[in-house]
């Protein structure tokens, strides 16, 4: 069975065609390579022994999208991560997260509601319930203002896809994920951030090598037992294998609605001098760190109740934190060799 993987290069999407080729997927990989390298295949290669095929497309080209599903007809499930993702840069060039997170998803769809597969997964994010006011999160939680153009296109995605569902073959599994880390075992594949990391565990690897000098630890007067920032970190590959699941459910037409929620977290809450000492004491480094003023934006918490993934999908976060940490740590020595 074909699944169309787009932004499979990237560091989700490269432990997800993984798992779906260890579960005997066929996969195409379409990924522009903005935010990833083509040399992510021979890690997936050196892990499962296999290639999957890959087409460098950019999917803010509509024709080159309209191509590609007429090149294969044969497409059972799109799974799609393409995005840009960085919050920060959102703000200051929201018209290129409209057209690369917006456009893209509306042409994909143009084409997927015509297939008699239309199956289709989207990466979504915690961020729709900005502060939630109850812990953990349901799914049920009201989705919030968006904090940023970033985490509106993931709110207006989510909307766009509820409505072509209502009037087209389509049926969508949308993914609300926590904080994706760690790298698969293998170190063959992990998160390749450009330039200076924005998300913690990136921060903190390249801190413990050398590349940054001390992590800034962004507030610790938040209203939290230790006065940072609580989080919900999960390990990339146990979101990866939560997709194979998602994909499964629609292509055994398992799901009950045409449009599905699921949280992808631990359900464990973990604050940020939590995470900074769990990573001493997995990598041995003592870690430069400072305590600065809370960045603008930030919740205070976030962290899912996993209930309705672990009953209705029957998927669980199997990792620990100490684990996850310890895969970004070897992944981080493994590419700075
Ligand atoms: P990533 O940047 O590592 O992967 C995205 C991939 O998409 C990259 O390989 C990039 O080259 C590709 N891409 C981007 N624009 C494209 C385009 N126009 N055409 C073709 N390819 C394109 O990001 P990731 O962390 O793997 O995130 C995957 C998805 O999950 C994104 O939609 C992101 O918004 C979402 N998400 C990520 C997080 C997180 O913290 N990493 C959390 C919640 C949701
Ligand atoms: C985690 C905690 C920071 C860096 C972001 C996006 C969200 C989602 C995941 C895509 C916070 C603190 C961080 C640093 C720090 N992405 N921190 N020093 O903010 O929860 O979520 O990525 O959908 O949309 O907003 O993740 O890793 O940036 O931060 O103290 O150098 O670490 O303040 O409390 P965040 P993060």
Redesign the pocket.
């Known amino acids: 069975m074909k699944i169309l993987v787009?932004?499979?290069?990237?560091?989700?999407?490269s432990h997800t065609v993984v798992e779906l080729q260890n579960e005997g997927f066929e996969v195409l990989v379409?990924?522009?390579?903005?935010?990833?390298s083509e040399k992510v295949l021979d890690g997936i290669f050196n892990i499962t022994g296999k290639k999957p095929a890959f087409e460098k497309?950019?999917?803010?080209d509509k024709s080159s999208v309209q191509k590609l599903f007429q090149t294969h007809q044969n497409i059972s499930g799109v799974i799609?991560?393409?995005?840009?993702?960085a919050v920060g840069e959102s703000v200051e060039n929201p018209l290129l997260y409209y057209e690369?997170?917006i456009n893209?998803l509306v042409y994909l769809l143009q084409e997927l509601k015509e297939l008699p597969n239309a199956n289709f997964i989207f990466?979504?994010?915690?961020?729709v319930y900005g502060q939630a006011e109850k812990m953990p999160i349901t799914e049920n939680a009201s989705v919030q203002p968006a904090i940023s153009p970033?985490g509106n296109t993931?709110q207006i995605g989510e909307e766009i896809i509820s409505d072509v569902a209502k009037v087209t073959k389509l049926n969508a599994i949308l993914l609300r994920?926590f904080?994706?880390i760690g790298a698969h075992p293998s170190t063959e594949i992990g998160?390749?951030p450009l330039g200076i990391p924005q998300?913690l565990i990136p921060y903190i690897t390249q801190t413990a090598i050398g590349l940054r000098e001390q992590l800034s630890i962004y507030g610790n007067d938040y209203q939290t037992p230790d006065g940072t920032a609580i989080r919900d970190y999960i390990h990339v590959v146990d979101l990866a294998k939560a997709h194979v699941i998602a994909l499964q459910r629609l292509l055994n037409n398992r799901n009950v609605e045409k449009v599905e929620v699921f949280n992808l977290g631990t359900g464990t809450g973990s604050s940020v001098l939590e995470v900074v000492n769990a990573f001493e004491k997995v990598s041995g480094q003592k870690l430069n760190y400072k305590i600065v003023g809370r960045r603008e934006g930030d919740v205070v918490e976030a962290y899912a109740n996993t209930d309705y993934a672990n009953t209705v999908l029957g998927w669980k976060a199997q990792s620990t934190l100490e684990e996850a940490l310890d895969s970004a740590w070897k992944w981080e020595q493994k590419i700075r060799s």
């Open positions: 787009t932004g499979g290069l990237g560091f989700i999407g379409v990924d522009n390579l903005s935010n990833s497309i950019d999917l803010r799609h991560f393409a995005a840009s993702k690369n997170n893209t990466s979504s994010s915690c961020t970033y993931k994920y904080n994706p998160e390749l998300n």
